[in-house]
């Protein structure tokens, strides 16, 4: 199967497309950074509106597949290795600035089903949950290395996931007696959380061994802290977060930003899917979208954008609070 026909890459739906091209507006000569590759699909958009791109992903499988589905855009995009916080801040101290910013958080639904990846509640393979998995710490080693008393402060933390105790205990007296997969440490949670429950009541703890296994809020602060940096005087940037530990960062950073000049106009207001948008593709239902303009001198804009500024009229007076 070539990187095309992955079913993976038919299936999937990018999330908020539509305001993702609204708040970035591509179009001919607007240079992209987009951050979480993933699999292509906004830098799919981004290049079919006429910009260039430059995409990041830590994870090599889904460099390959976005690489294959965007080779008909052939010297409009360039794939870069490695963390969107390294890549930006080697980027911002090159002194390279882009038009327009996207980072789509977390993991894709690519490496999320494939339960090689060791993501998955149903996984049968040892719970590895790295996105690069060629560097760090699976979440088996997490969960070793840790003290009972740190475990159960990551579940906390990073799951909002009030047993944490008693399933960092579990976790660790499951290891010791040997078990490995996603699916077999799944059961483990299941057996000591009381009652019955609308969803897996593994999938906060999951959650929040991903987070620190990929230091997921870690690099979410440091691209945040340079955004400003990144932009060109007329540049717009997007981050869509999908659970609030990252959306209050987003939120507080570029609030921060625009309080200190750093940013002109930044979203009061999170953009979130259409009831369309849900019944095509439920995994949108978390999605939050917080937009950030670098500048709010509207003549520092590109005539290309003219026609959009009465559309910022009315996002203007939707914004007001
Ligand atoms: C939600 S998916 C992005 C989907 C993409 N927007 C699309 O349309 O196909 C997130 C992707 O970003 C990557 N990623 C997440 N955090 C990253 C980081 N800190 N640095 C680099 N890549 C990251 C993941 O490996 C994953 O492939």
């Known amino acids: 199967m070539n990187d095309h026909d992955h079913p993976a890459a038919d299936l999937h739906v990018p999330v908020l497309l539509d305001a993702v091209v609204e708040h970035l507006r591509p179009h001919v000569g607007v240079r992209a950074l987009d951050c979480t590759l993933g699999m292509g699909g906004h830098s799919a958009a981004l290049l079919a509106r006429g910009a260039t791109v430059v995409g990041v992903d830590r994870d090599g499988a889904a460099r390959a597949l976005a690489s294959g589905r965007l080779a008909g855009f052939p010297g409009a995009f360039a794939l870069r290795a490695g963390t969107f916080a390294d890549v930006a801040e080697a980027a911002v101290k090159a002194g390279e600035r882009f038009?327009?910013?996207?980072?789509?958080?977390?993991?894709?639904?690519?490496?999320?089903?494939?339960?090689?990846?060791?993501?998955?509640?149903?996984?049968?393979?040892?719970?590895?949950?790295?996105m690069d998995r060629e560097h760090g710490e699976t979440a088996l080693a997490l969960i070793d290395r840790l003290p009972e008393s740190d475990l159960a402060d990551v579940i906390y933390k990073y799951g909002e996931e009030r047993l944490s105790r008693r399933i960092a205990r579990a976790l660790k007296a499951a290891r010791a007696a040997g078990v490995s997969t996603g699916e077999e440490l799944a059961?483990?949670?299941?057996?000591?959380?009381?009652?019955?429950?609308?969803?897996?009541?593994?999938?906060?703890t999951f959650q929040a061994l991903?987070?620190?296994?990929?230091?997921?809020?870690?690099?979410?602060?440091?691209?945040?802290?340079?955004?400003?940096?990144?932009?060109?005087?007329?540049?717009?940037?997007?981050?869509?977060?999908?659970?609030?530990?990252?959306?209050?960062?987003?939120?507080?950073?570029?609030?921060?930003?625009?309080?200190?000049?750093?940013?002109?106009?930044?979203?009061?207001?999170?953009?979130i899917a259409t009831q369309a948008e849900l019944d095509a593709n439920p995994r949108a239902s978390s999605a939050k979208l917080r937009w950030a303009l670098k500048t709010d001198d509207r003549s520092a804009y590109r005539k290309a954008d003219a026609a959009d500024d009465a559309d910022d009229a009315d996002a203007d007076a939707e914004d007001a609070p």
């Open 99 to 130: 038009d327009a910013v996207l980072a789509d958080l977390g993991v894709s639904s690519l490496q999320l089903d494939d339960r090689e990846r060791g993501f998955s509640l149903k996984s049968t393979v040892i719970a590895d949950m790295r």
């Open 187 to 204: 059961l483990v949670i299941r057996k000591v959380v009381p009652g019955h429950q609308p969803r897996h009541p593994a999938g906060r």
């Open 210 to 271: 991903r987070i620190a296994v990929n230091d997921e809020l870690g690099q979410l602060e440091r691209l945040l802290a340079i955004l400003p940096d990144l932009l060109t005087p007329a540049g717009r940037a997007a981050i869509i977060s999908f659970h609030s530990l990252e959306d209050r960062l987003v939120k507080q950073a570029l609030r921060a930003h625009a309080a200190a000049g750093r940013l002109g106009r930044v979203a009061n207001r999170v953009v």
